[in-house]
């Protein structure tokens, strides 16, 4: 057995048993993030000083399994030859090590982007076999894998059933009906095989705060004609609300203004930390570990490309970016 393939099922024993060991760090089952002590902020204006250091969260993986599509047995050297292996010198697949992706209705089926190819694909019989054959020898993520999709409604099973292009984007097709009335993309979670349980449990809920003072916040942020404006309410920490403010004219310059609510109107500005993605449309909020805190979906732009994220909070201002997918490229 190679070393790699015995440090993965390693990993995957201690992952059903201790949950340590394999690089991330454990969390117990059910119980909410820990917010460290927090100092009193007594901000009243509209932001808080550019010096003010945000208060900390501990910030722990999303749950107590320690998963990754490392730990699926690696293919015995594939061999991929003919127009597979052309158009597998044109393809990047999701790294094994990845866990989340995104999920969108692509020509009314449920996918998840796995990876990308350049250039096109032909639309034969033969193309479309090559391009099979091409999927089946270089991606982690093969036919009858299962997933857990989350959306608002709590998360649910869905199983991967074949493969598909959307623009260059390589996506895996997914059994599952997109929900109702969702955001235009939804995170979707690789949990092991078989997948490991979620927490059990209700999941924990915020006081909703002063409404009257958090709407009047909000609606002192009118954006400009050359600006488009985007709200979540939520349960963010100390905050109840938030507003992202980005310029409608996309440059390397243009920034956003991303301002925090707090339950009793009070606000202070906050960050996305998005990559290269500078710029916002905030989309839905999604509570994924169930511990109060909510994580967030967000449309992306940047100068001639737009993607789908999720981000989760890593401090009480920040929200980082933990799952992408669907990237479009103008040129």
């Known amino acids: 057995m190679r070393v790699g393939a015995f440090r993965a099922a390693a990993c995957l024993a201690l992952s059903a048993a201790s949950m340590a060991g394999c690089g991330e760090r454990p969390r117990t089952t059910g119980g909410p993030d820990t917010i460290a002590a927090a100092r009193v902020d007594s901000a009243a204006g509209p932001d808080s000083i550019p010096e003010e250091r945000p208060d900390t969260i501990r910030v722990q993986p999303p749950d107590s399994a320690t998963i990754s599509l490392g730990l699926l047995p ?32 692509v020509d009314s089926v449920l996918a998840m982007d796995i990876g990308r190819i350049d ?25 009858g894998m299962t997933f ?49 349980p979620l927490a ?13 003072a958090i709407e009047s916040a909000v609606a002192r942020y009118a954006p400009a004609d050359s600006e488009a ?12 609300a938030m507003i992202a403010i980005r310029p409608r004219s996309i440059t390397p310059e243009t920034v956003e203004r991303v301002v925090l609510v ?25 509570d994924l570990d169930r511990d109060g805190t909510d994580e967030i979906v967000v449309h992306s732009f940047r100068p001639a490309m737009e993607t789908w994220a999720a981000l989760r909070m890593t401090d009480s201002v920040t929200f980082t970016r933990f799952a992408s997918g669907f990237t479009i490229e103008k040129r």
């Not at 404006?229 to 109840?240: Q, Y």
């Not at 500005?269 to 500078?278: A, I, N, Q, T």
């Open 74 to 105: 690696a293919p015995s050297d594939p061999e991929v030859g003919g127009e597979s292996g052309s158009l597998g010198e044109r393809a990047v697949f999701a790294p094994r090590s990845q866990r989340w992706f995104m999920a969108r209705p």
């Open 200 to 212: 059990a449990g209700t999941p924990r809920r915020c006081d909703p705060g002063d409404g009257a």
């Open 262 to 286: 707090r339950a009793d109107g009070t606000t202070r500005s906050g960050k996305l930390r998005d990559l290269s993605y500078p710029l916002h449309e905030l989309l839905a909020t999604l």
């Open 119 to 143: 250039g096109g694909v032909g639309t034969t019989d033969a193309a479309r076999a090559a391009f099979d054959r091409m999927v089946v020898a270089l991606s982690p993520v093969q036919a």
């Open 148 to 196: 857990t999709l989350h959306a608002s409604a709590g998360p649910a099973a869905t199983r991967v059933t074949g493969f598909r292009l959307s623009g260059r984007r390589i996506v895996a097709l997914l059994d599952a009906p997109f929900p109702a009335a969702p955001p235009t993309a939804l995170p979707i979670e690789w949990r092991g095989n078989p997948a490991m």
């Open 229 to 240: 404006l985007s709200v979540l309410r939520g349960c963010f920490g100390k905050f109840r």
